[in-house]
């Protein structure tokens, strides 16, 4: 059975500057869980000319998911479907304020998960530009 993030840790989160979503329905696959994000008003590491938005807020890093199964709390960082890519990661935590942490370091802490999204990003863009290249 899935856990509801406790109001207790989605304040810690938004103290922290960062914007929590609503809560995915229980029949969401992601039950209860919640989509963290950077808004570009708050310091911390980004992605530079990153555009992504929520709720018309616009923000500089991509999101993250933040959910329970029945024994774990798991941190979700993927933008690459349907499989992970390159700077993706899924982190599983024994307790939620593990988790926390874990968020609060992609976005303020160490970088170089930040940096490996980016240059994941930075790849699938050079190889784009070169098949519009081949195109023509």
Same mark, same amino acid.
């Given at each position: 059975?899935? %856990?509801?993030? #406790?109001?207790?840790? /989605? %304040? =810690? &989160?938004?103290?922290?500057? @960062?914007?929590v979503s609503e809560?995915?329905?229980?029949?969401?696959?992601?039950?209860q869980g919640v989509?963290?994000?950077?808004?570009?008003?708050?310091?911390? !590491? !980004? /992605?530079?000319? $990153? !555009?992504?938005?929520?709720?018309?807020?616009?923000?500089?890093?991509?999101?993250?998911? @933040?959910?329970? +199964?029945?024994?774990?709390?798991?941190? &979700? *960082?993927? #933008?690459?479907?349907? &499989?992970? *890519?390159?700077?993706?990661?899924?982190?599983?935590?024994? +307790?939620?304020?593990?988790?926390?942490?874990?968020? &609060?370091?992609? $976005?303020?802490?160490?970088?170089?998960?930040?940096?490996?999204? #980016?240059?994941?990003? @930075? #790849?699938? =863009?050079?190889?784009?530009?070169?098949?519009k290249k081949d195109?023509?």
């Amino acid at each position: 059975m899935t %856990k509801a993030v #406790e109001q207790i840790y /989605i %304040k =810690r &989160l938004e103290k922290s500057g @960062l914007f929590v979503s609503e809560p995915y329905p229980v029949s969401h696959v992601l039950s209860q869980g919640v989509m963290i994000g950077k808004p570009t008003s708050v310091s911390g !590491n !980004n /992605i530079k000319d $990153y !555009n992504f938005g929520y709720d018309d807020i616009p923000m500089d890093a991509p999101a993250v998911i @933040l959910f329970s +199964t029945d024994k774990q709390w798991i941190v &979700l *960082g993927q #933008e690459a479907s349907p &499989l992970p *890519g390159p700077g993706d990661f899924m982190n599983f935590w024994d +307790t939620i304020d593990e988790a926390i942490d874990d968020i &609060l370091d992609f $976005y303020f802490g160490d970088s170089s998960r930040m940096q490996a999204k #980016e240059q994941a990003r @930075l #790849e699938v =863009r050079s190889r784009i530009a070169q098949f519009k290249k081949d195109q023509n």
